[in-house]
């Protein structure tokens, strides 16, 4: 299975960014799905996550309301909307799968990485 992160880039406080993850390798409603974030020299967080089997999302408190995940089925792809953004959302944002039906917050549930796409947000 591998995952391709996209659409990081350099914004303002207060815009927007979407995220998409392609997954390839196996059948998209397979694959459960998450996205996590890293700044250098603190560990990888939970961002959010979606199930593949009924997209339920669950999302970490730092963006909650803010930031909402979504899956399109007939493209391989998940998102990642990002409104309201925050300084503090500055970080390497990765793309994961699972063969697990829902998401989980922590990596070791996730088997399956993609390269991280850099966000940055000025303010």
């Known amino acids: 299975v591998q995952l391709q992160a996209s659409g990081g880039g350099l914004v303002q406080a207060g815009e927007s960014l979407r995220l998409s993850c392609v997954v390839s390798?196996?059948?998209?409603?397979?694959?459960?799905t998450a996205w996590f974030r890293q700044v250098p020299g603190k560990e990888r967080e939970f961002v959010g996550g979606?199930?593949?089997?009924?997209?339920?999302?669950g999302y970490a408190d730092s963006v909650k309301g803010r930031f909402t995940i979504s899956r399109d089925n007939a493209k391989n792809t998940m998102y990642l909307q990002m409104n309201s953004l925050k300084p503090e959302d500055t970080a390497v944002y990765y793309c994961?799968?699972?063969?697990?039906?829902?998401?989980?917050?922590?990596?070791?549930?996730?088997?399956?990485w993609g390269r991280g796409t850099q966000v940055t947000v000025s303010s």
């Open positions: 994961a799968g699972t063969s697990g039906s829902y998401y989980n917050s922590r990596q070791t549930y996730y088997a399956y």
């Open positions: 390798g196996r059948t998209f409603s397979d694959v459960g």
């Open positions: 979606i199930s593949r089997v009924n997209s339920a999302t």
